[in-house]
C-alpha cells in the first residue's frame, strides 16, 4: 500500500514568489495535516483539514492556505515567499477526525533564496 | 494553552543502558500524546500513543510510555539501546478545543555510544 505521497521532494523558490505543495493522504483517510519543521526544531503545526473542510489552524501568517480536495489530496499555498519560509513541510493524513494516529510523508524542503 | 517541554536537547547513552527521554505537557483539557522519531532526512515515524486509555503505552521497536496526570508527563523509555536507535525524538500532544490542532516538541536527538 502507497504511504502518504508528497511531492515534489526538493524546491528552490526566489524572495516573493508563491509555492504550491501536494499532498496524497493514504487510501481511505480522510485527514490531513500540514507542518513546518524549520532546521533543528520540531514541527509546527499549520492547517488541519477533514472532509474538506478546515478543522484547526495555527500561528501562520495568511500567506499561508490550504484546501482539500474531493479524493482527499490537499495543497499548501505560501505566497510571498520569506527566507524565514525555508523548512521542511510535513503532510500527516489519518482516518480519524481526532489524528489518533498521523501517518507522515517524507517531507517537501522548501528553499528560499 | 497547550505546550509541550522536552528535558534536553542532546541525549547520549551507551549501546545497552536504559533510555530514558523526557517530556511534559499542558493542556487545559485532556489531551492526546505522541512520541514519534525521525531519522535524518526522513518524516515521523509514530512510536507510540496515550488516548486515555491505560496509562503504561507500549510501543514499537521495545520503547514505552507512562502517563502520568499528577506531573504532566510523559516520558519515554527503552530498557537496553540500541545503535539503530539513534535519531531525534519528538514529544507531541494533540487536543480539540474547537479547532483541532496538534503540538509538537522542539525534539531530542539521542546518540548511542558503541
Known amino acids: 500500500d502507497a504511504g502518504v505521497t508528497q511531492s515534489p521532494t526538493h524546491l528552490i523558490k526566489t524572495r516573493g514568489q508563491h509555492v504550491t505543495l501536494r499532498c496524497s493522504p493514504i487510501s481511505g483517510h480522510k485527514s490531513v495535516s500540514w507542518y513546518q519543521q524549520v532546521l533543528g526544531q520540531g514541527p509546527q503545526f499549520i492547517f488541519q483539514y477533514y ?30 515567499l ?25 517531507g517537501t524542503r522548501l528553499t528560499v533564496v | 494553552a497547550q505546550s509541550v517541554t522536552q528535558l534536553g536537547s542532546h541525549v547520549s547513552v551507551s549501546e545497552g543502558a536504559l533510555v530514558l527521554l523526557r517530556c511534559n505537557y ?16 526522513q518524516g515521523l515515524q509514530l512510536l507510540l500513543k496515550y488516548t486515555s486509555a491505560a496509562t503504561l503505552v507500549k510501543g514499537i521497536n521495545g520503547f514505552e510510555a507512562e502517563f502520568k496526570k499528577s506531573e504532566t508527563s510523559f516520558h ?13 525524538y519528538f514529544c507531541a500532544v494533540s487536543v480539540n478545543t ?9 525534539g531530542t536527538r539521542l546518540f548511542v555510544k558503541a
Open chain 1, 82 to 106: 520569506l527566507l524565514g519560509d525555508s523548512a521542511l513541510y510535513l503532510c500527516a493524513s489519518s482516518s480519524e477526525r481526532l489524528n489518533t494516529e498521523a501517518f507522515f510523508g517524507q
Open chain 2, 98 to 106: 474547537g479547532g483541532f490542532k496538534t503540538i509538537f516538541g522542539a
Open chain 2, 26 to 41: 499542558s493542556s487545559s483539557v485532556p489531551p492526546y500524546l505522541f512520541w514519534y522519531v525521525q531519522y535524518p532526512n
Open chain 1, 51 to 80: 472532509e474538506k473542510e478546515e478543522r484547526g489552524r495555527g500561528n501562520f501568517p495568511d500567506r499561508f492556505s490550504a484546501r482539500q480536495f474531493p479524493n482527499y489530496s490537499s495543497e499548501l499555498n505560501v505566497n510571498a
Open chain 2, 76 to 88: 519515554l523509555t527503552k530498557p537496553s539501546a540500541h545503535m539503530s536507535d539513534a535519531a531525534e
